[in-house]
């Protein structure tokens, strides 16, 4: 996926808010770990979980068959994008803190309601969130605190979410927390806050269609 869509799957315009798994290698330094952030573990459990509930929305949503087997191979990176995320997350909720901001449960309700207009209703709006960015209904409100995180952080600095000035202040933050993700994934860019592959062509992807074929 290309990184300026994995970025906005995450960080979505202001105007908008007004996985295939792979073979078991274990990171000798954090064994059991997916990625680790600022000394906290993202687990490869936890990863895993994420996934699964895309996939399960994802067959809820598609009942057909051949259908749901189109959407995930066109999703067929759906693990490294969801630890992508998942990091990210943790970068743009260190930065928010030490900036003092915070987003209220009012506030993100304001903003669903807002969404939810916009798309025709609940429904239309987690359909939306599902196809476009891989998020799940049950993390929509998450997904939407981290948003207007984002706004109120850029706003803060003066520049918006797509504004070089906006990712140089998360590039810095990345660089704090010592980013370390397991080489299976990839490897975190600081510069560019955001997981890029590694080059091991050992490495070998098994898509959930091959899994529940076998």
């Given at each position: 996926m290309h990184r300026r869509r994995r970025r906005t799957a995450f960080l979505l315009s202001a105007a908008i808010v007004a996985a295939p798994l792979l073979t078991a290698c274990g990171n000798d330094a954090h064994p059991g770990a997916a990625a680790?952030?600022?000394?906290?573990?993202?687990?490869?459990?936890?990863?895993?979980?994420?996934?699964?509930?895309?996939?399960?929305?994802q067959r809820a949503a598609v009942p057909d068959e051949a259908q749901y087997a189109q959407v995930v191979a066109q999703t067929g990176s759906l693990t490294r994008d969801t630890?992508?995320?998942m990091v990210l997350d943790?970068?743009?909720?260190?930065?928010?803190?030490?900036?003092?901001?915070?987003?209220?449960?009012?506030?993100?309700?304001?903003?669903?309601?807002?969404?939810?207009?916009?798309?025709?209703?609940a429904q239309g709006l987690q359909t939306a969130w599902l196809q476009q960015y891989g998020i799940p209904p049950q993390r929509l409100d998450a997904n939407l605190r981290l948003q207007l995180q984002a706004q109120k952080l850029a706003a803060q600095l003066g520049t918006t979410t797509s504004d070089p000035a906006f990712w140089s202040a998360l590039s810095k933050t990345s660089k704090e927390l010592g980013i370390d993700l397991n080489p299976r994934y990839g490897s975190w860019d600081v510069k560019t806050v955001?997981?890029?592959?590694?080059?091991?062509?050992?490495v070998r992807e098994i898509t959930a269609a091959s899994t529940q074929t076998t």
């Open positions: 680790v952030v600022g000394g906290e573990r993202i687990t490869v459990s936890q990863l895993e979980n994420r996934v699964s509930e895309v996939r399960e929305a630890l992508h995320g943790e970068v743009l909720e260190r930065a928010a803190e030490d900036a003092g901001l915070t987003v209220s449960r009012l506030e993100v309700q304001q903003a669903r309601a807002g969404l939810e207009q916009q798309w025709g209703g955001s997981r890029v592959d590694a080059k091991t062509p050992w």
